[in-house]
């Protein structure tokens, strides 16, 4: 992916590894058994301009493209998949906001989220649904003699619920999809933090119950029945290249501490790195970071030219990227033996994220349903090229 980027990307990218050595690679483990991000490093992310790192400048933000936004998951994927979880949520509500926001919520909303003054959270999975988004039974009703809806519902797995200061909720109005802003202080609203989790032990994730919330109407995003046809989509589109990316620093943790290791550790007269077995693993891993990073850089592209092949681009990014990443965790603990198994490692730390990276934004299973159809449906084209030939 690097050599892809322009200088301009080049340069930001070397910046994000220098903030990332500076002050999350130190500290991540410590966030980890904590299971708690600070709030000072969240600030400086946010002076940074990282929270609002595609939004306008209008808005307050950056204005940067969508292949420095992968970079720069990149790079904080590389130290922390709980931080780097702050990147993905802050943009699937901002860039959703932005898209289907109307100018108040813009004007309210943007430039707080883009200075870090406010994080945001999707409140989209339920306890009993799952990826099953169409089953969600959080509910919104008209209040009699009033504009404002009640909301009543729980959601739970809310990535960063426990620091947000507003969610983008999901639920259904009168069967209608509908998805509205929530400001953490409305009255009726309980975050229940989740704690010992396998990996993103830091991630903030609570359950969220709503329990007759009055939201007023102005802050209806979209209109009923657009929520999951038109706002979702562009909060997971987001969301899986955020994923994607991060997952890729994961990787090319997993496969600079490989080599470094191997390299230094030594078996009598020889290097680990002598031994066939374990340049296999090197091998492949080498390999499936080279072609994670083209995958990811293809979807950031294609996002940014608004091509028609985006959305298949990023499902694949995101699924081939996180499946990656799982294999290149385990084969970095292999290689590394009982050293890789004790919290000293990081290695020990992206192994227990790794896994996580097939859940969020969709499962494995659900990118491969969804690719499936895709690939599918291309045989009409096929046989269109066929006949033309």
Same mark, same amino acid.
């Given at each position: 992916?690097?050599?892809?980027?322009?200088?301009?990307?080049?340069?930001?990218?070397?910046?994000?590894?220098?903030?990332?050595?500076?002050?999350?690679?130190?500290?991540?483990?410590a966030?980890?058994?904590?299971?708690?991000?600070?709030?000072?490093?969240?600030?400086?992310?946010?002076?940074?301009?990282?929270?609002?790192?595609?939004?306008?400048?209008?808005?307050?933000?950056?204005?940067?493209?969508?292949?420095?936004?992968?970079?720069?998951?990149?790079?904080?994927?590389?130290?922390?998949?709980?931080?780097?979880?702050?990147?993905?949520?802050?943009?699937?509500?901002?860039?959703?906001?932005?898209?289907?926001?109307?100018?108040?919520?813009?004007?309210?909303? &943007?430039p =707080?989220?883009?200075?870090? @003054?406010? %994080?945001?959270?999707? !409140?989209?999975?339920?306890? +009993?649904?799952?990826?099953?988004?169409?089953?969600?039974?959080?509910?919104?009703t008209?209040?009699?003699?009033?504009?404002?809806?009640?909301?009543?519902?729980?959601?739970?797995?809310?990535?960063?619920?426990?620091i947000?200061?507003?969610?983008?909720?999901?639920?259904?109005?009168?069967?209608?999809?509908?998805?509205?802003?929530?400001?953490?202080?409305?009255?009726?609203?309980?975050?229940?933090?989740?704690?010992?989790?396998?990996?993103?032990?830091?991630?903030?994730?609570?359950?969220?119950?709503?329990?007759?919330?009055?939201?007023?109407?102005?802050?209806?995003?979209?209109?009923?029945?657009?929520?999951?046809?038109?706002?979702?989509p562009?909060?997971?589109?987001?969301g899986r290249?955020?994923?994607?990316?991060?997952?890729?620093? &994961?990787? =090319?943790?997993?496969?600079? @501490?490989? %080599?470094?290791?191997? !390299?230094?550790?030594?078996? +009598?007269?020889?290097?680990?790195?002598d031994?066939?077995?374990?340049?296999?693993?090197?091998?492949?891993?080498?390999?499936?970071?080279?072609?994670?990073?083209?995958?990811?850089?293809?979807?950031?592209?294609?996002?940014?030219?608004?091509?028609?092949?985006?959305?298949?681009?990023?499902?694949?990014?995101?699924?081939?990227?996180?499946?990656?990443?799982?294999?290149?965790?385990?084969?970095?603990?292999?290689?590394?033996?009982?050293?890789?198994?004790?919290?000293?490692?990081p290695?020990?730390?992206?192994?227990?994220?790794?896994?996580?990276?097939?859940?969020?934004?969709?499962?494995?299973?659900?990118?491969?349903?969804?690719?499936?159809?895709?690939?599918?449906?291309?045989?009409?084209?096929?046989?269109?090229?066929?006949?033309?030939?």
């Open positions: 992916m690097h050599h892809l980027l322009t200088e301009p990307q080049r340069e930001k990218y070397a910046a994000f590894r220098r903030f990332v050595a500076l002050h999350v690679e130190p500290r991540a483990a966030w980890e058994r904590e299971q708690k991000l600070p709030a000072d490093v969240v600030a400086m992310m946010g002076a940074a301009g990282y929270l609002g790192a595609s939004l306008p400048h209008q808005y307050g933000g950056q204005g940067w493209d969508i292949v420095t936004f992968g970079v720069l998951n990149e790079a904080f994927g590389r130290a922390s998949s709980s931080l780097t979880g702050v990147l993905t949520v802050q943009a699937m509500v901002s860039m959703a906001v932005l898209k289907w926001g109307d100018a108040g919520q813009k004007q309210t909303w &943007l =707080r989220l883009s200075r870090g @003054e406010a %994080i945001g959270a999707i !409140a989209l999975t339920e306890p +009993g649904g799952g990826s099953a988004l169409q089953a969600m039974t959080t509910a919104f008209r209040r009699p003699g009033s504009d404002s809806l009640t909301l009543h519902g729980r959601k739970r797995w809310i990535s960063c619920a426990q947000a200061d507003v969610y983008l909720v999901f639920g259904k109005l009168e069967n209608l999809p509908l998805a509205c802003l929530v400001p953490r202080e409305s009255r009726g609203l309980s975050v229940e933090p989740i704690s010992e989790l396998m990996g993103f032990r830091a991630a903030g994730l609570a359950e969220l119950t709503f329990d007759d919330v009055e939201v007023p109407a102005t802050n209806i995003v979209g209109k009923p029945g657009f929520a999951l046809s038109h706002i979702a562009v909060s997971l589109q987001y290249i955020s994923t994607a990316c991060s997952a890729l620093g &994961l990787m =090319r943790g997993c496969f600079e @501490e490989s %080599i470094t290791y191997a !390299a230094g550790r030594k078996v +009598g007269q020889e290097t680990v790195a031994f066939g077995m374990i340049r296999s693993l090197i091998a492949r891993m080498g390999t499936d970071l080279k072609a994670a990073s083209m995958l990811c850089h293809e979807a950031c592209r294609s996002q940014d030219e608004r091509a028609p092949e985006s959305y298949a681009n990023a499902l694949m990014a995101k699924y081939f990227t996180s499946v990656a990443a799982v294999r290149a965790a385990s084969d970095a603990v292999q290689i590394r033996g009982a050293s890789g198994c004790h919290e000293s490692s290695t020990a730390r992206y192994y227990q994220a790794a896994k996580i990276m097939e859940i969020i934004e969709g499962t494995t299973q659900i990118h491969e349903e969804l690719l499936a159809r895709i690939f599918v449906g291309q045989t009409g084209e096929l046989g269109r090229m066929s006949r033309a030939e």
